[in-house]
């Protein structure tokens, strides 16, 4: 009899504990039960109330492993992760549902190991297609490195990627070390990804573009940085009206930002606007606008704003390549902008414009230091392109011949 009143006591005071517990919207993960700090962080979250709550997780510091993903929140049950100094070596692909969020310790934009001390990383051996995934509307990533692990997970994809999933914000968050991309956002022309806001964030170092948005529209950049990436610092792919400012394309081994399209996309890669920002040290082109669709030979990249952009130069671009190179595109406005290469590695051309499918661009205003001719050819374009004041000679293509009768 002693016995099952002592079992039924013990009983009635965990299931009290677990009462009071589930009461609370701020829960410690160091204070769940756990084989590691993922498990700790799942019972952690599944103990907040069904309205959502925090799960703090900052006491669980240093290096750190997590044998399985996670979710962060769900639909209606929003969740916020809470990291400190530690390092989150994950086998598994952490999601962030709606209104959820994953926030480390603060930060600056820094570069190389100088971002924040919250990290989430993949794990050596894994196959990830994603470290970090945003799942849900209104989703925010803060002060967070995400690590690719490409030499040690050299079978995995992406640092972060939004699928489908709304108006995702991310402040002083670095992308780095992907196989691929280091962000990528994808659309489905049901499901989008568009109207991102994007401050102060970091793409270095991934094995192919630094970001790609693929089908997905009105996303905002700002003070942020795309640097030493294997294909593109910004890859533009059906992907509209990007808002790109006030920040740094350098060290990619291919462009600066491309932007192409299909011509059967409702998207396409239309009106963009790109002020104010730095290029330098690409290999190839700064800016490289692919007009044409090179299946059906429509335009798929047009009326996009270049305006009041530094490009610098660069000491390991080839011979051959222009700053700003447009094919086939059209009513693109190119203005304000300042070229100043060395004379030992110039321009090609500043502007460069080119083919005969494309509608007339406009190029006005610009300054041009150093082209292949000091200067002197620094502004190329096709027949029907309207140059207004430019400082270096402009070089229109010769009209095309008339057709035969």
């Given amino acids: ?72 929140g769900m639909p209606g049950r929003p969740v916020e992760l809470m990291l400190g100094p530690v390092t989150l070596n994950t086998r598994g692909t952490i999601h962030v549902s709606d209104k959820s969020s994953i926030g480390g310790m603060p930060a600056g934009a820094g570069i190389g190991g100088d971002q924040s001390a919250s990290m989430i990383k993949a794990a050596d051996g894994t196959a990830l297609a994603a470290v970090v995934q945003v799942d849900g509307f209104l989703s925010v990533l803060q002060d967070l490195t995400v690590d690719g692990n490409k030499k040690g997970a050299p079978q995995g994809a992406v640092s972060i990627l939004v699928n489908k999933a709304n108006r995702a914000e991310m402040f002083r968050v670095t992308a780095q070390n992907a196989p691929t991309y280091g962000f990528q956002f994808y659309s489905t022309d049901k499901t989008e990804s568009c109207c991102a806001k994007l401050s102060k964030i970091m793409a270095i170092a991934n094995g ?10 009105d996303v905002f950049i700002a003070q942020s940085e795309f640097e030493n990436n294997g294909t593109f610092g910004l890859e533009l792919n059906n992907s509209p009206t990007a808002r790109i400012e006030h920040s740094d394309f350098g060290g990619n081994a291919q ?3 491309i932007m192409y399209g299909t011509s059967g996309s409702p998207l396409q890669s239309n009106k963009e606007i790109i002020v104010a920002n730095q290029f ?48 086939d595109s059209g009513e693109n406005t190119i203005v304000g902008n300042t070229f100043s290469a060395t004379s030992a590695h110039p321009f090609s051309a500043c502007v460069s414009i080119s083919g005969d499918r494309g509608l007339p661009d406009l190029v006005s205003g610009n300054y041009c230091a150093r ?7 620094g502004f190329i374009g096709a027949a029907n ?10 070089v229109p293509a010769p009209l095309p011949s008339p057709s035969p009768q």
């Fill in 255 to 257: 462009d600066g930002i």
């Fill in 280 to 327: 330098g040290n690409n290999t190839r082109y700064d800016i490289n606008v692919v007009g044409l669709d090179p299946k059906t030979k429509k335009r798929a990249s047009t009326g996009s704003l270049i305006s009041s952009n530094g490009f610098i130069g660069s000491a390991t671009r080839p011979a051959g390549y222009a700053a700003i190179q447009i094919v």
């Fill in 208 to 217: 192919q573009a630094g970001m790609h948005l693929a089908n997905t529209a």
């Fill in 1 to 72: 009899m002693r016995t099952s009143l002592r079992f039924l006591y013990i009983a009635q005071t965990v299931a009290s504990f677990v009462a009071i517990a589930l009461a609370q919207t701020i829960q410690h993960a160091e204070k769940f039960p756990g084989t590691d700090a993922g498990e700790k962080i799942r019972n952690c979250m599944a103990a907040l109330p069904p309205k959502g709550g925090i799960c703090d997780a900052r006491e669980l510091s240093g290096q750190q492993s997590a044998s399985a993903g996670f979710t962060v």
């Fill in 371 to 377: 082209s292949a001719t000091g200067g002197k050819n």
């Fill in 385 to 394: 392109t309207q140059f207004g004041d430019n400082r270096g000679k402009v």
